[in-house]
């Protein structure tokens, strides 16, 4: 008798016919038994759950699988109870008569899904850390990023300044410039650390994906700076800094070098030029001295003039130091006002001056001498000029002229002054010097002068011509002058003259008795 079900006797086999309701889920339950009979229970979820897979390259990827491995748990969940229900019909309560085979199988199906449930666990755990660790590996990345951009733009900036071109003058300037070096050089050990915690997250990212075998994609998608090129830049920032060491230490050296002959030249210099002032002074002094007499006065600059020309390597070293100088691109000295420009002009100042000085008091001794001056008249002389040389320099201006000789009681026109300057200062300079100035004097008291003096009158009168006319004496002397030299003037017998021209030069002559007109 066949066994009876609870909803009552069990129906024929399958295939063979509907099969009616018989248990209390329905028709799901003589179906599953009947494609757990024929073997047509899905056993391939094992195999596919227990198959190796690829961790997802990123965190993308890695979702993609995380949401195929929920989808594929939601049918084994169903299959374990449609297990369940295998496991009820595998009952012997059902009588079966092939009831081991089907216990067997049931068995084998138990298994299986317990197998099923532990690969699917062991699934879950290895896709949920592998998601874990892509997000690890994310943050290094990001992280990476934010740190290796700005260390990448400080080296870029630390090679520009280390092969900055420098142009320097002085010491302090390069030691300036060391001074900011040192001080960048004192930052490389934090920069360097920098660069080994940049490294640190690369390295770290290699390290999670070699240890639990992902293959992630080593490009950062935050950065395109790579390793490669921040380990060269900072192979180069190293090798520039010894470079730029070596640069600002030669530089040093040069700049200690042009100090050197800076300080050398203002040496010299300091010492020529108010040596050179001083025996300007001392010869001024000896030239306008009223005491001692014109031999005297020329034994001290014979004696000035030797020492001037003993002191000439002295000048002539200080060209040499100028010439290193010029040669090193030196071109300010904060040691010394003076310039060898100066030095010069004042060298040659000085040796034309002895020269001319002792050349004036040679002609005073001669003038003396000649014209039977005093030793006391050249004092009354050298007194007077002193006085009126307001600027003290040797030599009086017109106006200081004019005022000396009005105190020594003349009675000046503009004619006659003009007449006195032509004597004093042919060359029209506007200044009479001591020597001038002692030949007017001596002309003045002597008698065999007067007819030179006329002449020269007349001469200015007639602008520097041999003769001169009726119309410019009685324009440029009082009538009742004009009218006696115009009836005295003998005619002018010279070539080249006008009618009515007449000799002013005779009649001068004639006038003080040196002539038989």
């Not at 002085?170 to 960048?184: C, D, K, M």
């Not at 020597?435 to 008698?447: G, V, Y």
Request: proline residues 6%; hydrophobic residues 35%; aromatic residues 8%.
């Amino acid at each position: 008798m066949p066994p009876t079900y609870p909803g009552g006797p069990m129906p024929p086999t399958y295939p063979g016919g509907p099969m009616p309701p018989i248990y209390p889920g329905g028709p799901v339950l003589p179906n599953l038994f009947y494609l757990f009979l024929t073997g047509q229970l899905p056993h391939g979820t094992v195999t596919h759950v227990q198959t190796d897979f690829e961790a997802g390259k990123d965190r993308t990827t890695q979702a993609g699988y995380e949401s195929y491995r929920m989808s594929s748990e939601n049918p084994t969940q169903g299959q374990g109870k449609n297990a369940d229900m295998v496991v009820c019909l595998s009952s012997s309560e059902l009588d079966y008569h092939d009831v081991a085979s089907v216990n067997q199988r049931c068995q084998s199906i138990c298994d299986s899904w317990d197998k099923l449930g532990t690969l699917t666990q062991k699934r879950r755990e290895s896709l949920e850390r592998t998601e874990k660790l892509l997000e690890t590996i994310d943050q290094l990345f990001l992280e990476f990023a934010k740190r290796s951009a700005p260390f990448n733009n400080w080296m870029e900036g630390a090679m520009e300044d280390l092969q900055d071109m420098f142009i320097v003058h002085t010491i302090e300037e390069v030691q300036s410039l060391i001074a900011a070096h040192e001080q960048f050089k004192a930052t490389l050990p934090e920069a360097d650390a920098e660069r080994q915690a940049i490294l640190g997250i690369h390295n770290e990212v290699q390290k999670i994906s070699q240890s639990y075998g992902i293959k992630a994609n080593i490009n950062n998608p935050y950065s395109s700076i790579t390793t490669e090129e921040l380990l060269n830049k900072w192979e180069k920032v190293k090798k520039l800094v010894p470079q730029r060491d070596g640069a600002l230490q030669e530089e040093m050296a040069r700049q200690h070098a042009h100090e050197r002959l800076r300080r050398q030249f203002a040496a010299q210099a300091n010492l020529i030029g108010p040596w050179i002032q001083t025996r300007m002074e001392e010869i001024g002094r000896c030239s306008l001295e009223i005491g001692g007499t014109l031999e005297d006065q020329m034994t001290q600059l014979k004696q000035f003039e030797h020492v001037i020309v003993a002191y000439k390597p002295n000048i002539d070293k200080l060209e040499g130091d100028h010439q290193l100088i010029q040669e090193s691109l030196v071109f300010d000295n904060k040691h010394t006002n003076y310039t060898m420009e100066h030095i010069r002009v004042g060298w040659e100042l000085l040796l034309t001056t002895i020269a001319r000085t002792i050349n004036e008091i040679e002609t005073q001794i001669l003038t003396r001498d000649a014209k039977g001056i005093s030793q006391q008249q050249m004092n009354d002389f050298r007194s007077s000029f002193n006085h009126f040389d307001r600027k003290k320099n040797g030599a009086m201006e017109t106006d200081d002229f004019r005022a000396c000789l009005i105190s020594m009681g003349y009675d000046l026109g503009e004619v006659e002054f003009a007449r006195i300057m032509m004597l004093v200062d042919a060359n029209g300079t506007g200044i009479v010097s001591f020597q001038s100035f002692i030949d007017f004097m001596t002309r003045e008291t002597a008698d065999t002068d007067t007819a030179e003096q006329v002449v020269a009158s007349f001469r200015i009168l007639a602008a520097d011509k041999p003769y001169i006319l009726v119309d410019e004496l009685r324009r440029e002397l009082p009538p009742e002058q004009a009218e006696y030299c115009i009836m005295r003037m003998p005619p002018f017998a010279g070539p080249g003259a006008p009618p009515g021209a007449l000799d002013y030069a005779a009649f001068s002559t004639a006038l003080y008795g040196e002539s038989d007109l």
